[in-house]
């Protein structure tokens, strides 16, 4: 089994910021990369950012120059800090992991956490 734990969402006024983790756990033997997706209500879910396991990142244009995805590899961890805020950032957001499993060593590319809600006024 594996665990996704999201934390940091919430209510925020245009222009603020708000800081998203995640934290993976359970039956992991090496992770490939971690990101951030979102999905508003009547859309699709759509990339966020992601981050591998060697640092290096991707972004949707959407969202490039505000926010910044990170890790610590020690903690399994992945954040996703999000600065000037629009109310077009309003969306559930999912964390998403792409590890090898303990068992078998078996790839698993998209596993999803619960999401957490943000909400951007205007």
């Known amino acids: 089994q594996v665990q996704l734990l999201e934390s940091g969402g919430g209510f925020v006024q245009a222009g603020g910021s708000l800081r998203l983790s995640c934290v993976a756990s359970?039956?992991?033997?090496?992770?490939?990369?971690m990101g951030w997706y979102r999905q508003a209500p009547g859309k699709q879910r759509e990339l966020v950012a992601t981050?591998?396991?060697?640092?290096?990142?991707n972004y949707a244009d959407s969202v490039k120059g505000r926010f910044t995805i990170s890790s610590n590899n020690a903690k399994n961890t992945v954040y996703l800090q999000m600065n000037s805020l629009e109310p077009e950032d309003t969306a559930v957001y999912y964390c998403?992991?792409?590890?090898?499993?303990?068992?078998?060593?078996?790839?698993?590319?998209?596993?999803w956490g619960q999401g957490t809600q943000v909400i951007v006024s205007s």
């Open positions: 998403n992991l792409d590890y090898y499993a303990s068992i078998a060593y078996r790839r698993v590319r998209d596993y």
């Open positions: 359970g039956s992991i033997s090496r992770i490939n990369a």
């Open positions: 981050i591998s396991s060697g640092g290096s990142t």
